[in-house]
């Protein structure tokens, strides 16, 4: 079973992604920070990570980073209310896996993690997560 952490300070986009994808047979891990979703991403290793940008006292793009630190090949997928290109270029030169802008179609958020799922596996990081 897949593992997705969605992290997210906003509880509706928690609950509409868990209600998405656990009927599908993904196992979903819900942080509503940054700092916990740092530390469930250390601690469960999950197969994708959806991210919010713009959460109080550690943003996403910094979540991004430290993710990155630890293995560049983890599949990100920011999902963000900010539409601004400048904040989505800045992302993508971190290596998201997907830019997704909050209010888009289920499907597509469905069939991104169908697409990321069926991606060609990357060898493990050197570095302990």
Known sequence: MAKVLVIDDEPNVRTLLDMLLRPKGY???LADNGWTGLKLYRQEHP???FLDLKMPTLDGV???K???SVD???PVIVL???TSLETEQQVRALGVSEFIIKG???HAVEDTVKRLLKAPPTPPSSQPR
């Open 72 to 74: 560049p090949k983890q």
């Open 62 to 64: 910094t979540v991004l």
């Open 27 to 29: 196992e979903v891990m």
């Open 104 to 106: 888009s179609s289920l």
């Open 66 to 68: 430290k993710i990155r």
């Open 47 to 49: 197969d994708i990570i």
């Open 80 to 82: 963000t209310g900010d």
